[in-house]
């Protein structure tokens, strides 16, 4: 059976599956995920090719590191064969980047995912921090938990591009290893192509998730909170009634889309069940072998192009 293609993550030497397993479903957080299931989704995963698991404390709380950390044990391989990573600074009660609750957290982190390291350690969402503080305390004291041997990369995730930029712009050269972007690669909204030249001279690697928009892209539509316009939704909602009329998935297309920039290393999505892992490996096998399907894809730009990267306010609000 052919595997899935591996990228190389910026200047790392880390080979990341081109999808990547998005753990913070198994945190409860879009409902409620037995430790079967956790299990089962992410053995299939690994059986499959991807080797890339991204978690936070944030997510259910701190349930989705818990779950992802007993169903990496469970697969009984070497610690070297897959590629974790998690984030700090977010928290369910708040956002703290201080020096010393991140220097804490990494320690939470690794004992509820029962591993001696993490691959990458991601200050998370820092829109919603101080920029400077993340750039003249975080970093830094992340840059000490690499010399501990605890991380071994440095990352940063957001919402607005410009965050990236901002704190690129201003630490030292190397000192961040990996971005992650979400909503900003997808068929409605794909303004992280923009910035790739920029992120590339900096040696970053890139790493963008949510694919589908955080659901805008599915036959079913978004979550009952999700912050985009009517009218986007309402397009979004359009555009995959034409698919489903023309017998094809949107949120196929969706994933190939993301996946068909060589740039991006891994497109980063999340899965709570053994199909959702199944379906989301085989739009990539398909994609390597025949190619995304075009005039569909025409089609559906064309039904999104009045409201072609329309963002929204940073934040997601799980209510």
Known sequence: MSKLELRELGNTGLKL?????????????????????????????????????DTSPYYGGTLSEKALGKALKALGVPRDNYIVSTKCGRYAEGFDFSADRVTKSIDESLARLQLDYVDILQCHDIEFGSLDQVVNETIPALQKLKEAGKIRFI??????????????????????????????????????????????????????????????????????????????????????????????????????????????????????????????VAAAMELATAGKDEETLLEVEAILKPVKNQTWPSGIQQK
């Open 17 to 53: 599956s081109c999808v990547g397993f998005g753990a913070s479903p198994l945190g409860n957080v879009f409902g409620t995920v037995s430790e079967e299931e956790a299990n089962a989704s992410v053995r299939e995963a690994f059986r499959l090719g991807i080797n890339f698991f």
């Open 155 to 280: 990352g940063i995730t957001g919402l607005p591009l410009r965050v990236f930029t901002y704190v690129l712009d201003r630490v030292p050269p190397g000192a961040v290893d990996v971005i992650l972007s979400y909503c900003h690669h997808c068929i409605n909204d794909s303004t992280l192509e923009d910035l790739l030249p920029y992120l590339k001279s900096k040696g970053v690697g890139i790493i963008s998730a949510s694919p589908l928009s955080m659901g805008l892209l599915t036959e079913s539509g978004p979550p009952h909170w999700h912050p985009a316009s009517p009218e986007l939704k309402s397009a979004c909602q359009a555009a995959a009634a034409y698919c489903k009329e023309k017998g094809k998935n949107i949120s196929k297309l969706a994933m190939q889309y993301s996946l068909s920039n060589k740039d991006v290393s891994s497109v980063l999505v999340g899965m709570n069940s053994v199909r959702q892992v199944e379906e989301n």
